[in-house]
Every structure is written in C-alpha cells, then in structure tokens.
C-alpha cells in the first residue's frame, strides 16, 4: 500500500470525525454522529493494519502481538459499554480517558528507547531535538491526563474511603506554590531531556507529571466535576496529538487535535455554564477566591412534605409543569418512569416541558442522554438559557434528584456556588421536590428551595415516587 493512499484514507476517516463531531452537537443528530465516529475509526484502525502488515515483513511474531492487544482491548471495550449502568458512565468515561494517558505515556517510553523502531530514525541514530520535545510533550501530557483520571474516577464514583477520592476538595498551605513549581520542574526536565537526551531527566519528568496530575485534580471540588470530565477529554486528546508527530502520523494528529480542541471548547462553556475561571480548573484551582462561607447549616429545619398522591393531585390540576431531571432520577434508573408520567399529563392537557441545566448529573449531557435513553421528544427538552425566563409562568417544577443546580444559595455572595447560573426553578408558583433524604448536593451546600412555603417535599426512591404520581394521576 502506497503512502498516498494512506494518507487518503486518513484524510477521510478524518472527515468522518469531524462529521462526527459534528452530529454530536445536537441530541436529534447523536446517533447519526456515533455512526460516522465508528466508521471513521474503523477506516484508521483498518489502515493502520494493513500498514503494519506491509511493514512487518516476515516478521510474524510482532503481528501476532498487534492482533492480541486488538482482540484484548476490542473485546475489553465492547464488555464495559455493554454492562455499564448509565448512572456508571461519567466513571466509565474517566477510565478511558486515564487509558488514553497511559498509551501515549508507554508509546513515548518505547520511541525513546528504540526510535528506528517507529521509522523516527534510523538505527543507531540520535532522535533529533525537535522529536524529542515532541515525546516530552507527548509524554507529560499523558501522564497528567492518567493520574488525573484516576483521581476524577475515584471522586466520581463516591464509594472509596481513600481521601483523595472523596468530592470534597483537597487542599493544604502553599499548594498553589508547590504546583507552580512542579510545573516549572517538569517543564525544565522535559527541556533537559530535548537538548540532551537523558533518560535519567526523561522519567523523571514523567514522575513528576504523574504527580501533578493528582495535584491539579484533588483540589477541585464535585460539583466541578463535569467541567474536569471534559477538560481530562482534552487533556487526552493533546496527548495524542503529541505523540502523533513524534512517530509522523497524520492519523494520530487530526484525532488528538479534534478532541483536545473539542474539549477544550467544551471546557470553557461550561465554566462559563458554572461561573468558574476557565484557567482556575485547568489549574487546580490556582488563584481561586476561598469561600468563607459555611457549607450548610446542619440545624434541623422544618420542611413541608407531603405523599405521591398529594403531588398527583397538585400536577393534574396544573396547566404548566416543568420537570428538572437530576442525577438522583439517573440513580434509581427512573427515566423511563418520568417519561410516562409526561405522557399523561400532556394526555390531560398539561403543557410539559423538561429543564436541563448544562451540568447536571457526573458528565456533559449526562441529563439529554438519559432522557434520550427514554425516548424522550425531543422537542420537550430545553436548556438553561432557552426555559429559565418560563418558570414565572409556570404552575409547578417538579425537582427530580436534582439539588445544586436548583440552588438559591448561587445568588448569596460568599457562597460556594455563588455566581454559577441555575435552574430558576424558585419563581414557579409551586415546587415538588423528590429526594430521598434532606441530604445537602454534591457540592455539600444546605438548599434554601427546600425550605421555602411554595415547595413541598415528597421523599423516596424516585422511580418509585413518579410511578406512584403516574398510578394516582389516572
């Protein structure tokens, strides 16, 4: 196979990214995005193989490794997305990123120490300067992106005792300091391995990378996690990016620089989305205002609560509902039974609409998959900026499992969420929130919604409770 056909077929399989990308923008064009996703990697994975078929000559054994790292790996990926729980994927998407670290880090490990083998140089030859600060980048990106994922799995899953996995932030004296200087150590190591080509200067930069890595992420805290979801995303897409120039692949480059710009893009959003600086998170927090303020008063206060029934009665006698879906509704796996409990009142007369706040949930457009997982219209589904100036007119906002996106506590000064936009969901003449206890949100705050005397509480599983709304409405 000629070159120049390998480079059409990386040129198209990269049109298909980019279509990709591109029918991901827009839940009604999703499935059709993921369609060109698979067929454009399959068109670089093919290409790929069939370079190295050519390459590899009679040299049989490496193909047979080649082929086993394929049928691993493929068979390892198509057994997690099977079985991973929707309320499982913001880790699920941690993982990957954290594998994607890994590989460039081992495939930088393996130029450096035989470059010849990936066509950098000839055999016995120095790499040159400029590969070298290629891998570097490569690399410490990487390693960043690895132990950076790992943290963000360990926050997101919220089962480990481990401190550094808990989602309260971490932080000590002088971390922005040791930060600063970790970087400026890692960046003069990887400096010193370019002009010189020390091993001893290449790992260890790469150590140092790892630990920068979890000391960028510990400081952020849960309810920032979806903003470091996507920026690991671009993270990892970087990291490939560098290594793709290193070993002169256009594959590799196009790919690494989509997603790392993709990511980056999405980054910024949602920061603007939350009210938080965009280089604060990407630098864990450096530069960031303490917050003085408490994290919710733990004094019993007395809430208005009331049974499925009760908010039956309220919902069925309402001309305007909206529902605001939060990763408490993708816990008790309850999409299916909103969905249905919509059906009926829009069979009465109900105008419904659904509210989605940019982070809601563990991940970017964790809430518009779900429901999309529910076969939800789409039509119904409204973001933040598009359904917030409705909530004055509407009767009731039914809170399903949401808490922090629906907080007031964003308009109070020195909170810990002050400035982040929410749901207003507070203006709405009547507010059901469903809950399972009056436990504060992710971002550990006391919800001032709850307390107030248009909201009524109604505790229990939420599949269970819309199920119950859905019985007593008929």
């Known amino acids: 196979m000629s070159m120049n056909i390998v480079t059409l077929l990386y040129l198209v399989a990269s049109v298909f990214f980019i279509q990709a990308l591109k029918g991901l923008s827009h839940p009604t064009t999703s499935l059709r995005g993921n369609l060109f996703g698979m067929v454009g990697m399959a068109i670089a994975i093919l290409t790929t193989g069939a370079l190295i078929v050519e390459t590899a000559g009679s040299n049989a054994g490496g193909m047979v490794y080649v082929l086993g790292a394929l049928l691993v790996g493929g068979a390892a990926g198509t057994m997690m997305a099977r079985r991973v729980e929707m309320t499982k994927m913001p880790e699920l998407v941690a993982f990957m990123h954290s594998m994607i670290g890994l590989a460039a880090v081992f495939i930088a490990v393996a130029a450096v120490a035989e470059p010849y083998a990936f066509g950098i140089v000839a055999k016995g030859e120095p790499i040159p300067a400029g590969n070298r600060l290629e891998l570097f980048l490569g690399a410490a990106i990487g390693a960043i992106t690895f132990s950076g994922s790992v943290i963000a799995f360990g926050k997101l899953s919220g089962k480990y005792k481990f401190r550094l996995f808990q989602g309260a932030p971490v932080s000590f004296p002088g971390q922005h300091k040791i930060n600063l200087v970790l970087?400026?150590?890692?960046?003069?190591?990887?400096?010193?391995?370019?002009?010189?080509?020390?091993?001893?200067?290449?790992?260890?930069?790469?150590?140092?990378?790892?630990?920068?890595?979890?000391?960028?992420?510990?400081p952020i805290g849960g309810a920032d996690m979806p903003v470091v979801v996507s920026m690991l995303n671009s993270y990892s897409g970087w990291a490939a990016a560098g290594i793709g120039f290193s070993l002169n692949n256009s594959m590799l480059i196009i790919a690494g620089s989509l997603v790392g710009s993709s990511g980056a893009i999405l980054s910024y959003i949602m920061c603007k989305a939350m009210n938080r600086s965009f280089f604060n998170v990407?630098?864990?927090?450096?530069?960031?205002?303490?917050?003085?303020?408490?994290?919710?008063?733990?004094?019993?206060?007395?809430?208005?609560?009331?049974?499925?029934?009760?908010?039956?009665?309220?919902?069925?006698?309402?001309?305007?509902?909206?529902?605001?879906?939060?990763?408490?509704?993708?816990?008790?796996?309850?999409?299916?039974?909103?969905?249905?409990?919509?059906?009926?009142?829009?069979?009465?007369?109900?105008?419904?609409?659904?509210?989605?706040?940019?982070?809601?949930?563990?991940?970017?457009?964790?809430?518009?998959?779900?429901?999309?997982?529910?076969?939800?219209?789409?039509?119904?589904?409204?973001?933040?900026?598009?359904?917030?100036?409705?909530?004055?007119?509407?009767?009731?906002?039914?809170?399903?499992?949401?808490?922090?996106?629906?907080?007031?506590?964003?308009?109070?000064?020195?909170s810990a969420i002050y400035g982040m936009p929410i749901l207003e969901a507070y203006k709405a003449k009547t507010v059901i929130v469903n809950k399972r206890s009056m436990a504060a949100g992710y971002a550990g705050l006391d919800n001032e919604l709850f307390y107030m005397d248009k909201t009524m509480m109604v505790f229990g599983d939420a599949k269970k409770v819309i199920e119950d709304l859905g019985k007593a409405i008929e």
């Open 282 to 414: 990407i630098g864990g927090g450096f530069g960031g205002e303490a917050t003085t303020a408490a994290t919710g008063s733990k004094e019993q206060r007395p809430v208005k609560s009331g049974s499925a029934d009760d908010a039956a009665y309220i919902l069925s006698n309402a001309e305007t509902v909206i529902i605001v879906p939060g990763y408490g509704l993708a816990v008790a796996r309850a999409q299916h039974a909103v969905n249905e409990l919509a059906e009926k009142l829009i069979h009465k007369g109900v105008n419904v609409k659904y509210a989605i706040h940019p982070v809601a949930g563990r991940m970017p457009g964790h809430m518009n998959v779900l429901l999309a997982e529910a076969e939800v219209p789409y039509d119904l589904v409204h973001e933040m900026e598009d359904i917030n100036g409705e909530f004055g007119q509407a009767d009731v906002a039914i809170i399903l499992g949401a808490n922090d996106v629906v907080n007031p506590a964003a308009l109070v000064k020195g």
């Open 183 to 218: 970087g400026l150590l890692t960046l003069g190591l990887g400096v010193a391995f370019m002009l010189t080509g020390s091993w001893t200067a290449f790992f260890a930069m790469l150590a140092l990378s790892f630990v920068m890595g979890v000391l960028i992420i510990i």
